[in-house]
C-alpha cells in the first residue's frame, strides 16, 4: 500500500487549505482511511477518519465543525477540507489506511491501533 498527500502550504489564520491522499495498491473502497497530524513537539494525534463506502465519518473534537473529510472511490482519493483554519493547526499532516480491507472500524482507526500505512505527511502551516 501507497499513499502520497499532497496540499500543505502556508495559509493565514481563518483560510482554508485542501489536502489530498492517493492510494496506490490496494482494494480502496474496502479500506477505512484518515488522516492525523503531528506538531513540533507533540505527538501524532487523530484528525478524522473515513468509512470504506464514505458513508460514515468521524471527527477529532478539535476539527469537529471546520475540517470536512471526503473521498472518491474511483478515484482512490482522500481529501481533507480545512476550514477557518487556527495557529494552532499547524502540523505535518499523513494519510493512513486501515490494516486490511474491511478490518477497520472508525474509533479503531482512530485510536490508531488498526493503522496498516501511513503516508509521507505533508505541512501545513497556519500564521497569525
Known amino acids: 500500500v501507497q499513499l502520497q498527500a499532497s496540499g500543505g502550504g502556508l495559509v493565514q489564520a481563518g483560510g482554508s487549505l485542501r489536502l489530498s491522499c492517493a492510494a496506490y495498491e490496494l482494494t480502496f473502497n474496502s479500506y477505512t482511511m484518515g488522516w492525523f497530524r503531528q506538531a513540533p513537539g507533540k505527538e501524532r494525534e487523530f484528525v478524522a477518519a473515513?468509512?470504506?463506502?464514505?458513508?460514515?465519518?468521524y471527527y477529532a473534537d478539535s476539527v469537529k465543525g471546520r475540517f470536512t473529510i471526503s473521498r472518491d472511490n474511483a478515484k482512490n482519493t482522500v481529501d481533507l477540507q480545512m476550514n477557518s483554519l487556527k495557529p494552532e493547526d499547524t502540523a505535518v499532516y499523513y494519510c493512513a489506511a486501515g490494516s486490511g480491507p474491511y478490518r477497520s472500524n472508525l474509533r479503531t482507526l482512530a485510536a490508531g491501533a488498526n493503522v496498516g500505512s501511513w503516508g509521507q505527511g505533508t505541512q501545513l502551516t497556519v500564521s497569525s
Open positions: 473515513i468509512s470504506w463506502s464514505g458513508g460514515s465519518t
